[in-house]
């Protein structure tokens, strides 16, 4: 499904879904971040099915088998608790808005579970108050907040098409000073795929602007617009899949006009026919484990900056050709001018306007609000409308479109390389993600020793280091890994992680702690800090194990992933300059970060980095073409900001893609 659902869809969604009231609550699955399936049971048929929700995209009536979790999720777990064995009472369309709500009866209590398609979308369960008991997602906005414990508030309302009257139509297209499709789109809350059917059964032009459209054709487009709704209104579907070049692109509840070059496939039913849109995203996953987020989200941009190009390119021609027009009509355009400047002096010249305006040359003359709209025949004799400014020559307005012409060229040349960027960055994504596919194809399954479940490194001499990622992985090497014979580090600073200094290397056999290792683990804290997007070098320290508390003193506190440190701390100067690179643990290849000396003796592969402004998601690309792997191996090893490449070693890197 290439476009969100529309008020229009959820209306017809609404209307098919009312045969379920009555059906119970069977079980509850949370199969992905965004995928909800619900499944239900007619207890006197014994008829099932699963309502199956995809987060701010559609929802479907399925008998398809999904893949479950094992573990099921929190937000899965609460709804299980408040919704299994209830039944369902009330399905509606909040106003006519984008929000379905479900009542839910269990034990005569009913619960709501309220389901978003505006926005980032949302599912959301409610308490017989209307409190928050638990949402999908946590939101905030200026006017209402979607968190546990919240009352929950419906969005503003939007505007109800089916039951706007002519005179209240008629205001908001007046108040618009956009073109005809955007203003049904927005001020009559259409959407975008109901106002170009309005605008294609009417036939007119539909970038037409509103200002140019009259009092007749207001009540022409009303009238068809009330033919559409009747529709609607008397439940007449008949809806079909959309295909073109073979691809199902969209699902309708009847034929539109406004669809050119395509294919109508009639179909049964409406929302169960969006199991076709299930199934084609499931089989796309399968067969080449691409995130369809994030490809999805670049092929939009693109179209995006394609039609913005498409308009600047335009923009050009029409600016050129205004010049050129007033330049073909430079006399008589000189007289109007020179007319309006006689008049702007007087006090009375609401005549004089008047007669202004009957000259079939002015569309419109209106000096309060600066306005000239002149009507001034091309080379071909087709009428142009061209703003003037009156308090300027003919010659400076001419200048003023040729001026704006070359502007919109300048802005050309900016959109153009932001769409040579973006495609970069489409195709970086698509190679990203097909490495995976074949990482996970990889029969072999490479060992995961006990210290990559955190921050890690090999020092010079081979002793482990481990650091948090996280407070949570802070309290827990410190608890579980901090023995006797290691030592703590930590950088001097807020937000940094806690980091063991292990008197053993990955044999288990011990290896003393001396002061190479030690300055090198202090550096390691430094890199992984808050210090990397600030400074260029900051001091940690190391301590014995001893040292380390989690004991307060009366009246302290000691939040999560913090310690108490008492007795002498032994500083070092750490500069932030650090190496990634490859190296072999059992004759097994790895990734590693760690200070340039430990990268120097144990890799043959490596690149030097200090913080800079290079965004880390676009190096990690680069860098892991170098290394023959994935970005996400160079991403979990990257420092937390923005670097700079200094050096490589052993590997071609293409530093200039990396810079532009």
Not at 90 to 118: A, T
């Amino acid at each position: 499904m290439k476009r969100k659902l529309s008020s229009f869809d959820l209306y017809v969604i609404v209307s098919e879904l009312q045969e379920y009231i009555g059906y119970n609550i069977e079980k509850i699955y949370h199969i992905s971040r965004s995928e909800i399936v619900i499944k239900i049971k007619n207890l006197k048929t014994k008829n099932k099915v699963s309502l199956y929700i995809k987060n701010s995209e559609y929802m479907s009536i399925t008998n398809k088998q999904f893949e479950t979790p094992l573990k099921p999720t929190t937000f899965a777990m609460t709804l299980r608790k408040y919704l299994t064995n209830g039944r369902i009472s009330k399905i509606n369309q909040y106003e006519f808005d984008r929000i379905i709500e479900i009542k839910i009866i269990k034990k005569d209590v009913e619960y709501n579970l309220i389901i978003e398609f505006f926005s980032k979308g949302n599912i959301i369960l409610l308490n017989p108050e209307e409190k928050i008991i638990l949402p999908l997602i946590t939101q905030h906005w200026s006017h209402r907040k979607i968190k546990s414990r919240e009352i929950y508030l419906y969005p503003p309302s939007q505007i109800n098409p089916f039951t706007l009257t002519i005179d209240k139509f008629s205001s908001l297209l007046k108040e618009s000073e956009s073109d005809l499709v955007r203003t049904l789109a927005v001020n009559i809350n259409l959407s975008g795929i109901i106002a170009e059917e309005i605008c294609e059964i009417i036939d007119i032009n539909k970038n037409k602007n509103i200002k140019e459209i009259n009092q007749d054709e207001i009540e022409k487009i009303y009238q068809e617009l009330k033919k559409f709704l009747d529709k609607f209104i008397n439940k007449k579907f008949s809806p079909v899949l959309v295909q073109k070049d073979s691809e199902i692109i969209d699902l309708l509840p009847f034929k539109f006009n406004s669809y050119k070059k395509i294919e109508y496939k009639k179909v049964d039913n409406f929302i169960k026919s969006f199991e076709k849109f299930i199934i084609f995203e499931k089989k796309n996953i399968q067969k080449t484990k691409i995130n369809t987020e994030i490809i999805d989200k670049f092929k939009r941009r693109t179209s995006q900056q394609k039609d913005a190009i498409e308009k600047i390119k335009n923009k050009i021609k029409e600016k050129k050709s205004e010049g050129e027009i007033i330049y073909l009509n430079y006399d008589k355009c000189e007289n109007i001018i020179k007319e309006i400047s006689n008049i702007l002096d007087l006090k009375n010249k609401e005549k004089e306007i008047k007669r202004i305006n009957e000259n079939s040359m002015v569309k419109e003359f209106n000096p309060l609000k600066n306005q000239l709209l002149l009507n001034l025949n091309d080379m071909d004799g087709i009428i142009h409308t061209i703003k003037f400014d009156f308090r300027k020559t003919v010659a400076e307005n001419a200048e003023i479109a040729y001026n704006e012409n070359k502007k919109y060229k300048i802005k050309l040349k900016g959109a153009e390389e932001s769409l040579e960027k973006t495609k970069l960055e489409l195709k970086n994504a698509i190679n990203n993600h097909l490495k995976i596919k074949e990482k996970n194809e990889e029969k072999s399954i490479e060992k995961k020793l006990w210290f990559e479940n955190f921050r890690w490194f090999i020092s010079t001499d081979g002793n482990i280091i481990i650091a948090g990622k996280d407070s949570k992985s802070n309290e827990r090497i410190v608890k579980k890994y901090l023995k006797q014979g290691d030592r703590y580090a930590h950088a001097d600073i807020i937000g940094a992680p806690s980091c063991i200094i292990k008197n053993i290397d990955i044999n288990n056999k011990t290896i003393p702690i001396n002061e190479k290792t030690l300055q090198e683990a202090c550096n390691f804290c430094a890199y992984y800090s808050k210090a990397w997007s600030q400074y260029s070098e900051i001091q940690s320290y190391w301590v014995l194990p001893e040292q380390v508390s989690k004991t307060p003193q009366s009246g302290e506190y000691v939040p999560k992933g913090a310690f108490i440190i008492r007795g002498k701390r032994n500083y070092c100067k750490c500069n932030l300059e650090m190496a990634i690179g490859e190296i072999y643990l059992d004759n097994i290849k790895k990734f590693m970060g760690g200070p340039i000396e430990t990268l120097k003796s144990h890799s043959k592969k490596y690149v030097l980095l200090k913080p800079g402004n290079i965004n880390k998601n676009i190096a990690s690309e680069i860098i892991a073409k170098g290394f023959a792997t994935s970005s996400e191996n160079i991403m979990k090893i990257l420092p937390p900001g923005n670097i700079n490449i200094i050096d490589t070693f052993g590997l071609n890197l293409d530093l200039k893609e990396i810079q532009k």
